[in-house]
């Protein structure tokens, strides 16, 4: 996952780094991926502290990706203290470098996550990459959250790509309507 991360960070490190005067040139790829490298450490720190509500949130969707998410906020807050101590960055600075880019590398991730085309990642390897490997717990409240958006395209019990799969294709054991029925579901539509 770090590899993701680090991809998306290039991808979205133009504007808050790159074309950042603040920010040395010749730091500007360093700051890029010590801003990935702390994402991901941020996020096994929440797991690792039982934090699985605020991720499970993220994760399914359920929560906003902007300030008011607990999960964008202390990761804003470890990568702001991070590139600070790391670089020397002044706290306005590294502020505005995180503020910037978590919530878009986040929301980048998770789409990718999310993408059944998307080959050799999905939900269950970004939760196994989190949890270091342990993400039942995780997982299970991802599919709980999950479930009771609608994403269990197939009433299966869970959510997997499967369901992503049918929810695409409209496949006929989905008695949601496909895309259309999920996304009515998501917006209160019956």
Known sequence: MLEQLLDLAKQYGNEAVINNNAIPNEKNEEVIQETGKSMLSGLQEMATEGNLGDL?????????????????????????????????????????????????????????????????????????????????????????????????????GKVDMQDAISALSGNAKSKKGGLGGLLGGLFGKK
């Open 56 to 156: 499970a949130g993220l994760l399914s969707g359920k929560s906003k990706l902007d300030s008011s998410n607990p999960v964008i906020k202390q990761i804003t807050e470890k990568v702001s203290g991070s590139l600070g101590n790391k670089f020397s960055l002044p706290t306005e600075t590294s502020n505005g470098v995180a503020n910037n880019m978590i919530p878009q590398i986040l929301g980048g991730l998770l789409n990718k996550a999310k993408d059944p085309n998307q080959k050799g990642f999905n939900i269950e390897d970004l939760v196994g990459s989190i949890s270091g490997g342990k993400g039942g717990d995780l997982m299970d409240m991802v599919t709980k959250y999950g479930g009771a958006l609608g994403l269990d395209q197939n009433g299966d």
